[in-house]
């Protein structure tokens, strides 16, 4: 099939999906597509990538960026900050309820004073902004259960599907090793690594809405909308296959096991084993793995490299850099200038990341960001279990599914920034009360001490669908 034909052919169904979607919420506001065009950008590639403008030498980019994503980004800033000013937020106590997520925004803010590239890192800082602003947009939607619901299709409905098309019919969708030649699968991407968190993310949704939809499946609604589920998770392991990413693929089983155990009857009987074992089992993988050294065994277990391709050198590089224990380098510096050429020397590898969450928190933000971070963590769970796992009206299993799956998944890979898996974190994490008047939404007649949890439980699911 031609190129052009092909892309043709999916932009017709994407249309009519979206037209004519057996879930779509007739009720949704046109705001919800500015959260939409984000996650879309952060979860494939920089406009100026899409449309070919390049930004000079490989430092240029990391360091100066490219006019166009700065233009688009700053615009969409600027909306989402309008949406939220028309909304009936109560600033004050969205602040002090949400005192881990502010005091890390905070004092990422405040490490750009010693960041040897200040004027990067606070347009770093503004940038990732936006991932805590679309999250207040959907959340402090009048229908947060829909509005999420709705976020989350249109993602997949937008980007898995193209992959596929890229992949197939277009170069940009592979990328060869220059020193090897092997290819890899990338689709809307520019890594494998980035399209197993695509699948990784849409996958996790689409399966906890095909579960928790299952009771009802005699409904002709819901049942249209189961199969437009399944179909999209056949796509989603088929591109989990081609990215080979086996951090994603042990996640993605993770994170549905997690759902899988909620929505069972053994789970509804036992629910707080569940809510008690789910960070156990990362406190016992951590203790068994770094502790005792165990990864390698782990790692061999699953048909991989024991050193985690090359991860455990990188981390030992990393580890013998000069940075300040306490503070780290400041927001999203570390992999600018000369360090970039230190861990290049150190390491062997031609890398920008850490490969670890924890790691890279550290590196930028120092022990007090990896302490404010925990902290967010803490918070994140306690705000999630506050409500029954296996909920039919709420998000309580799949945001408790995003948070054990992050955790896991910043062992091998850092996301504790911007990207999808931080912002299925910031799901559960951030509670929104809203001003109290006659006028007000049925979200802000909620009582404002519940949490985001509670407040999306206040919505029917399945029972609003049939």
């Not at 002709?220 to 179909?231: E, L, N, Y």
């Not at 081609?242 to 693929?249: G, K, R």
């Not at 509670?431 to 999306?456: C, K, R, Y």
Request: proline share 4%; aromatic share 12%.
């Amino acid at each position: 099939m031609p190129p052009l034909l092909a892309l043709s052919i999916w932009f017709v169904l994407l249309v009519l999906l979206l037209r004519f979607d057996p879930a779509k919420d007739p009720e949704a506001s046109w705001t919800l597509w500015i959260p939409v065009i984000w996650m879309s950008i952060g979860a494939s590639r920089l406009p100026s990538q899409w449309f070919g403008v390049g930004a000079g030498t490989i430092a240029s980019a990391l360091e100066e960026g490219n006019p166009l994503d700065r233009a688009i980004y700053l615009m969409l800033l600027v909306i989402s900050v309008a949406i939220l000013l028309a909304r009936p937020i109560d600033w004050g106590a969205l602040i002090t309820r949400n005192l881990a997520v502010t005091a890390y925004v905070s004092f990422a803010f405040l490490s750009i004073l010693w960041s040897d590239f200040a004027y990067v890192s606070f347009k770093r800082w503004c940038r990732d902004l936006g991932s805590y602003l679309l999250i207040l947009i959907v959340l402090s939607a009048p229908r947060p259960y829909e509005a999420v619901r709705t976020v989350l299709r249109h993602l997949c409905y937008l980007l898995i599907p193209l992959s596929i098309i890229l992949i197939k019919y277009f170069d940009i969708g592979t990328v060869y090793d220059e020193w090897s030649g092997l290819a890899s699968y990338v689709g809307v991407t520019t890594s494998k690594n980035m399209l197993g968190v695509l699948c990784l993310f849409g996958g996790i949704f689409v399966f906890w809405d095909i579960v928790r939809l299952w009771a009802d499946r005699t409904s002709p609604r819901i049942k249209r909308i189961i199969f437009v589920d399944f179909g999209f998770i056949l796509m989603t392991l088929y591109l989990l296959r081609l990215a080979h990413s086996a951090t994603s693929a042990v996640c993605f089983a993770i994170g549905c096991m997690v759902i899988a155990v909620a929505h069972s009857k053994w789970g509804r009987v036992h629910p707080s084993f569940i809510k008690g074992v789910i960070p156990a089992a990362f406190f016992l993988y951590l203790i068994l793995g770094f502790g005792l050294g165990l990864n390698a065994f782990f790692a061999e277990m699953l048909g991989r490299d024991p050193t985690l391709t090359d991860r455990t050198r990188i981390w030992s590089a990393l580890l013998s850099m000069d940075t300040n224990p306490l503070v780290g380098t400041g927001y999203e510096s570390f992999w600018l200038g000369s360090r970039l050429d230190a861990v290049f020397a150190k390491s062997g590898v031609h890398i920008n990341e850490a490969h670890n969450g924890y790691l890279e928190m550290y590196l930028n933000m120092g022990l007090i960001g990896l302490v404010l971070l925990v902290c967010v963590l803490v918070t994140t769970y306690r705000n999630i279990v506050r409500q029954p796992l296996d909920s039919v009206g709420s998000f309580t299993s799949l945001t408790c599914s995003l948070w054990v799956t992050a955790l896991f998944y910043n062992v091998t890979e850092a996301s504790f920034k911007h990207g999808l898996m931080w912002l299925g974190l910031l799901l559960g994490a951030i509670t929104i009360p809203t001003q109290h008047n006659d006028e007000a939404t049925s979200f802000a007649m909620i009582d404002d001490n519940v949490s985001t949890g509670e407040v999306l439980a206040w919505e029917s699911g399945p029972d609003r669908d049939s």
